[in-house]
């Protein structure tokens, strides 16, 4: 009988490890095939790039004849990744549906739209707001120093894509929130105790991404303080609906 059940988890392990094998080509297919467009688009968005960071011109100067092929590839790498994200986020649903009640599978399902609009959210946001102010700082700080302003193309991207990519992570605080009420670890008398050493977190963390001037340091930290009273407002109430649900059939 041992040796039956055995088998028979073996066999299920065998079909979940297929399975993943089989989600996990689709989402590489849908990669390169997205790489491929992001080659293709990328001159346009480093035109667009260069042009639209808030009225701030900046000269591109290139230091090696293979830093205008990275940025290149960076470009295209962060279009593709973009891109597969959510048809990323969709397989890993349909890979972990079978063990989900339908009122799981349709709220979980609801994770992949709105985790990748709040993605973009995030770095739309740091793109348009707190991105340029940085660099008007960073260059008024330069030339207060008597510096020449020469700016590698290389070194230039690979500080915006390292400043974009944790403002989108930032906008993920509502699902993150969401998803830890949903599993009991957080609750609305926890979200209240925690909620002044939140604001303090999210104070250094504005402050860290923001030049240091009082009115940058705002603009990145009061919006940031808003979305988590947002993300702690969506936690509440589904903490408590799920609460009147438990207690009707009694």
Known sequence: MSEGKGFALDRDLVRHLGELRKRLIYVGLWFFAALAFGLYESPRLLAFVRTHMGGVQVEWSV?????????????????????????????????????????????????????????????????????????????????????????????????????????????????????????????????KRVRKFAYVGLAVLGSCISPPDFVSHLSVTVPLIVLFEISAFVSTRYYRRRERLTVRPA
């Open 63 to 191: 230091f090696s004849l293979s830093d205008g092929l990275f940025v290149y590839m960076k470009c295209a790498m962060l279009l593709g990744f973009v891109l597969t994200l959510p048809f990323a986020m969709y397989h890993a649903w349909r890979f972990s549906r079978p063990g989900l009640t339908e009122t799981e599978a349709r709220t979980t399902l609801l994770y992949v739209p709105v985790s990748f609009l709040l993605f973009l959210a995030g770095m739309g946001f740091g793109y348009a707001v707190a991105l340029p102010m940085m660099i008007r700082f960073m260059i008024r700080l330069n030339q207060s120093i008597g510096a020449r302003e020469v700016y590698g193309i290389h070194h230039y991207m690979s500080f915006l894509l390292s400043f974009l990519f944790p403002m989108g992570i930032a906008f993920e605080m509502p699902l993150v929130l969401l998803f830890l009420t949903r599993i009991g670890m957080l609750t609305p008398a926890s979200l």
